[in-house]
Structures are given as structure tokens and as C-alpha cells.
């Protein structure tokens, strides 16, 4: 039977950039791998588990079309390839700190997408006073993350303009 744990949100996001784009699909992808790398024995492969049953309430499973999984986007010249949302946004905001933005991007924190969440904050906490949902601890900021991959690259391309970088989608 699976088992759920709790990782910090910064260990998830380095989970996350570990990943091998078409190859690992979740986090249990990257872990075994990790874990047969270390220790030199195979794992037993969760293909071999017995399927889980889909939803019978609404919103079944089984029906859904998946959920977009990747993106590569170019940013000024560099190509970034992340295969989560969290893993695009920290992948950004590091970029633009490390071509020396960093100050500039600090003088913007709280940086608002509406009157009611931020992209980044020094705390992770929305104009609203509700909390970040899924918050990724970058330097001294907190990025929220809970975002579709389109949003989060508009997102992203409006704040590398006041860098004067442009950031381009590619694809998945």
C-alpha cells in the first residue's frame, strides 16, 4: 500500500529538478532511481502494483484528459526545461537572480498578479491575507506556485520584461 510523507518545499522542488523529462513521471520515479543508483539493487516497479481503481463520483479520474505535464521555455537566450509548475518558477526566479537581477527583483517583492495574490512576497502570504497555497521558498522569497502552466508563464514573461529579458514559450 502507498504511503504519503511530507517533504519540505524546498527538497520538493529539488526532487523536481532531479526528474528526467519522459522518464519520471512522479516523485516516486525520481526516488527509486535515486535509490538504485545508491545502492545498486532494483526496486520493485510500481507497474507491477495492482491498478487503483478509478472514481465512481464526479470528476472520475478515468474520464479526464491529463493534465499537461512540462515546459520548456527560452529566457533571453537560455532554455529552461521543468516538468512542474513549482520546478518552472524557481527555475525562472534563480535565472534572474543569478544574471543579476536579484536586487531588482527584491525592490518588486510584493510583486502582485491582482488585487488578491502575489507571484512573490518576502512572506508567503497573498494581499488578502490568505496564505500561498503551494509556496517554494527561493532565496529570501516565496513564490506561489499554485498555477496552471500558461498563467505561470505569463506571470513570469511580465516580470523578466522589467529585467529586459524576454522569456518565450517553446513547448512541452
Do not use: W
Not at 55 to 70: D, F, H, L
Not at 140 to 157: C, G, M, P, R, V
Request: hydrophobic content about 35%.
Amino acid at each position: 500500500m502507498p504511503q504519503t510523507i511530507t517533504i519540505p518545499d524546498d527538497l520538493y522542488a529539488r526532487l523536481c529538478s532531479l526528474a528526467r523529462p519522459f522518464q519520471d513521471k512522479e516523485p516516486a520515479d525520481v526516488i527509486h532511481r535515486l535509490v538504485e543508483d545508491k545502492t545498486g539493487t532494483t526496486l520493485p516497479s510500481s507497474a507491477t502494483l495492482p491498478p487503483i481503481p478509478a472514481s465512481t463520483g464526479p470528476g472520475r479520474i478515468k474520464e479526464r484528459v491529463p493534465r499537461e505535464r512540462g515546459a520548456t521555455i527560452d529566457l533571453g537566450g537560455v532554455l529552461i526545461k521543468a516538468l512542474t509548475v513549482s520546478d518552472l518558477c524557481s527555475q525562472v526566479m534563480e535565472s534572474l537572480f543569478a544574471r543579476g537581477h536579484g536586487s531588482k527583483i527584491l525592490d518588486l517583492a510584493p510583486y502582485s498578479t491582482s488585487a488578491k495574490r502575489y507571484l512573490f512576497a518576502k512572506t508567503p502570504v497573498h494581499p488578502n491575507g490568505n496564505d500561498f497555497v503551494v509556496p517554494v521558498k527561493c532565496r529570501s522569497l516565496y513564490i506561489e506556485t499554485h498555477k496552471n502552466y500558461d498563467q505561470a508563464i505569463k506571470q513570469f514573461a511580465r516580470l523578466s520584461a522589467k529585467c529586459d529579458i524576454k522569456l518565450t514559450y517553446k513547448g512541452t
